[in-house]
């Protein structure tokens, strides 16, 4: 079915944008792919230092380029569950490779940190940054030019964008991802976030608080909300870039094995070398990036988003920004509720139905553009799956169940949860903004108060713990954004709002800063741009101006007469405890270079956001 009208006309508009971008990458791949799939062009001492530590035939067909070689980038480490699975799949995909006929080897290792780990520590203000750091890492590897397509172990937060930045950097090559899972459902996510409020409060010890998140966050695989993590793998797949109905398999089962065994035949089988060439970067084009974006609305998935899409579009030369995403918003509804939009976590979607239901429901209205190339084939029909493991232990798939298995958790497109996706960009006289609604009661989605302004989150909690947040306002917190200090998640403020909200307060957030996917009830303006160390409008926000965030509207305005606030002086903030300490010290460099959260946030300069207007 072709894509909906309205769908169609954002799309063109993104391709006309792109055009002279778009041309430009397309012709730097193509030079890129005669240069490539061919190791006659490194020299014997390259070529014998490339497999040095292969078994001699190995050797012999890597030095006749008679067999595809495969590469291998890896987040494996082991103090993160997301991750940690990954320690077996080199093996695995080595030895799928070798039934294939082909050669597999590790090209390279990329960092990931957990969020989690560093939420409200001095780590998190390098996340953002991780993921560029990722793209540099995942470049190295594959510089060797030994490859003839790559595949890409990786789950979380920045660590998905970061990879796809580089897989469309070598966007000459096939690229597969391969993801590891979710975690088995723990305690379950609303009696964890009760917890955190009853420790916030003083009601709850931090023995009791380190059982909750110890029942909650259990083994291997990612964290069972949908956040930026399980946003990745819903992106991944809807674009095409893992095979179908891999996305939400748990680690450590054998459809989870035979899913990364298939994976690699396939990487193997889509290189220059045979009959079914799928360069990655020829592969993901308007549409693939138009797909993910309406498989982020239609989920309620990560605000996170807003940023490394247009980074990763940007990467293939394709010029996407915000107002496009939000324009999607008003044509896509939302049909999942996964916490912190809803009670169910990401294992009860996939039972539900997952994403075979959800793609099959969004192409069956033009929703999505079915015409689009995937590592699997020709269009996104063969998406509306479900992969079950076959009696030989194969994968095989059959069509996704016709009716949702929980139509609180994973709606048909006629019973859809709101009409419009998850997310809303704002814009006013503070500048622009993202706000999450999927989890927001529509009677809160419209706030007028007088402003609390802090210049860390830090300050915002030690005024709940001296009782002086009374009455409705709106927090300001900023000097949050990219150039000031990375531009942290701030979920320490999650807890705090939650209590005075739940109190009868009327409150909302303000921020330069980041939220992520679990963003939740509380109204949350964020990821505001221009950012108060660049003198935006919200370094004038004084104590007591009166805010107005609309998020029905679109609206973020400050009531005060403008000629007024024009003229005030922009703060200052002493950012010198956020220059060292914890490798933020070596950072410095990425703090200057990088640009605006419209713009991708990204460290490469204008290598990427000049393919976004401003």
């Known amino acids: 079915m072709a894509a909906r009208r309205d769908i169609e006309a954002i799309t063109e508009r993104i391709r006309q944008r792109s055009r002279p971008g778009r041309e430009a990458y397309l012709g730097r791949i193509a030079e890129a792919s005669n240069r490539t799939a061919n190791r006659a062009v490194l020299s014997c001492g390259n070529l014998a230092h490339g497999f040095a530590v292969c078994s001699p035939s190995e050797k012999v067909a890597l030095g006749g380029d008679r067999v595809p070689n495969l590469g291998i980038i890896t987040s494996y480490n082991d103090m993160l569950s997301a991750h940690q699975p990954f320690e077996t799949f080199p093996a695995l995909i080595k030895d799928a490779a070798r039934e294939a006929g082909g050669i597999a080897q590790v090209a390279g290792g990329v960092p990931a940190m957990c969020d989690g780990v560093t939420q409200g520590q001095p780590g998190m203000e390098l996340s953002l940054f991780s993921r560029d750091v990722i793209a540099m890492a995942a470049a190295i590897g594959l510089s060797h030019n030994m490859f003839d397509a790559a595949v890409y172990l990786g789950v979380c937060d920045k660590i998905v964008p970061g990879l796809v930045i580089a897989a469309l950097t070598f966007g000459h090559l096939p690229a597969v991802f391969i993801p590891a899972g979710p975690m088995t459902t723990g305690l379950p996510n609303d009696e ?356 107005r965030l609309d998020a029905e509207a679109g609206t973020l305005e400050v009531l005060v007469p403008a000629a007024d606030f024009a003229l005030r002086r922009t703060a200052d903030a002493d950012l010198i405890g956020n220059e060292f300490g914890f490798g933020r010290e070596l950072f410095a460099g990425f703090r200057q270079l990088v640009g605006r959260a419209d713009h991708g946030a990204s460290a490469f300069g204008n290598d990427v956001a000049t393919f976004v207007p401003s």
């Open 192 to 547: 964890k976030a009760k917890v955190r409020q009853l420790y916030a409060e003083g009601k709850a010890g931090r023995a009791e608080l380190l059982e909750a998140e110890s029942k909650s966050y259990h083994g291997p695989g990612t964290c069972t909300f949908y956040g930026t993590a399980n946003s990745n793998q819903m992106l991944m797949e809807i674009m095409g870039l893992h095979t179908p109905g891999a996305s939400f398999v748990n680690p450590g089962t054998p459809l989870r094995d035979a899913l990364t065994r298939e994976a690699t035949k396939r990487a193997l089988a889509i290189t220059a070398l045979g009959n079914a060439y799928t360069p990655a970067g020829r592969m993901i084009d308007e549409r693939s990036i138009v797909n993910g974006i309406v498989g982020l609305h239609a989920t309620g998935g990560s605000t996170n988003h807003t940023i490394h899409l247009v980074a990763m579009a940007a990467a293939a030369g394709i010029a996407i920004n915000w107002q496009d995403i939000s324009d999607l918003s008003e044509a896509v509804p939302l049909l999942a509720r996964v916490y912190p939009n809803g009670l169910a976590d990401v294992n009860h979607f996939h039972a539900a139905g997952g994403l075979g239901f959800l793609i099959r429901e969004l192409l069956d209205e033009g929703i999505l553009h079915e015409d689009v190339q995937t590592v699997w084939g020709e269009g996104l029909r063969p998406y509306a799956v479900e992969a079950r493991l076959g009696a030989d232990g194969s994968v095989v798939r059959e069509a996704a169940p016709r009716e949702s298995g929980d139509e609180k958790v994973l709606a048909p497109f006629k019973k859809a949860f709101q009409p419009t996706g998850g997310l809303k960009m704002l814009s006013g006289n503070l500048g622009h903004a993202v706000i999450k609604t999927s989890a927001v009661k529509p009677e809160r989605r419209i706030i007028e108060a007088p402003a609390k302004v802090f210049d860390s989150q830090q300050g915002l909690n030690e005024a709940f713990k001296a009782g002086s947040l009374t009455g409705d306002f709106i927090a300001v917190i900023r000097f949050q954004g990219p150039k000031a200090n990375g531009m942290p998640e701030l979920h320490k403020l999650t807890t705090v709002l939650g209590i005075l909200q739940d109190r009868g307060q009327h409150v909302a957030l303000l921020t330069d800063g980041r939220m992520s996917g679990a963003s939740g009830k509380v109204p949350a303006a964020i990821h505001v741009t221009p950012e108060a160390v660049e003198d935006g409008p919200i370094a004038r926000i004084h104590d007591g101006d009166v805010i």
